[in-house]
T-cell receptor, first 113, second 112 residues
Framework: DTEVTQTPKHLVMGMTNKKSLKCEQH?????MYWYKQKAKKPPELMFV???????INESVPSRFSPECPNSSLLNLHLHALQPEDSALYLC????????????FGSGTRLTVV | AQSVTQLDSQVPVFEEAPVELRCNYS??????LFWYVQYPNQGLQLLLK??????LVKGINGFEAEFNKSQTSFHLRKPSVHISDTAEYFC??????????FGTGTSLTVIP
């Protein structure tokens, strides 16, 4: 298995909703990442987990809450989002430290209404 | 500070013509260099990577890139493009591997 699987593929949520994005990989990678990508822009790093511990938080607002339950799973919990948070959310994984490159999922297209 | 610069935001090219997508990096922060491709509504796919060793790197789909230390460049090339190569291409660099710095992207459009 050489894939990173993200669910759901599309999500529409209101500003008062709580939702979660899920990411799963079975490549034995011990580093996992969340990126946010706006249209026609490069991905922006949000969080890095290394060996199931949060190692990098790029000053992301607290309405985004990551969780790494085990080495194969990564969640992103969403609460009280704003319309400007609408974007493609990408998950990636790698072997630490990531110098061999990342494997990306297909992303979750999030729309906040 | 931006460590990877993609010089062209859009590159149109005719089918079966050669193409070069340009990328320059900051030598102070980029040790590992990568090219990724993103097709519409999809995630990023690794095309090729330079870690060390031979400066000419061959990747998937007939792409290759040359690491040039004196010019701090890592340009992506393909001798003959296909319609299916139409996509967004991102150059990325990393010092430690923990954080990638992506360029702003180059939109490649292959014209029939």
């Amino acid at each position: 298995d050489t894939e990173v699987t993200q669910t759901p593929k599309h999500l529409v949520m209101g500003m008062t909703n709580k939702k979660s994005l899920k990411c799963e990989q079975h490549m034995g990678h011990r580093a996992m990442y969340w990126y946010k990508q706006k249209a026609k822009k490069p991905p922006e790093l949000m969080f890095v987990y290394s060996y199931e511990k949060l190692s990098i938080n790029e000053s992301v607002p607290s309405r985004f809450s990551p969780e790494c339950p085990n080495s194969s799973l990564l969640n992103l919990h969403l609460h009280a989002l704003q319309p400007e948070d609408s974007a493609l959310y990408l998950c990636a994984s790698s072997q630490p430290p990531g110098s061999q490159g990342y494997t990306f999922g297909s992303g979750t297209r999030l729309t906040v209404v | 500070a931006q460590s990877v610069t993609q010089l062209d935001s859009q590159v149109p090219v005719f089918e079966e013509a050669p193409v070069e997508l340009r990328c320059n990096y900051s030598s102070s922060v980029s040790v590992y260099l990568f090219w990724y491709v993103q097709y519409p509504n999809q995630g990023l796919q690794l095309l090729l990577k330079y870690l060390s060793g031979s400066t000419l790197v061959k990747g998937i789909n007939g792409f290759e890139a040359e690491f040039n230390k004196s010019q701090t460049s890592f340009h992506l090339r393909k001798p003959s493009v296909h319609i299916s190569d139409t996509a967004e291409y991102f150059c990325a660099g990393s010092l430690t591997g923990n954080q990638f710095y992506f360029g702003t992207g180059t939109s490649l459009t292959v014209i029939p």
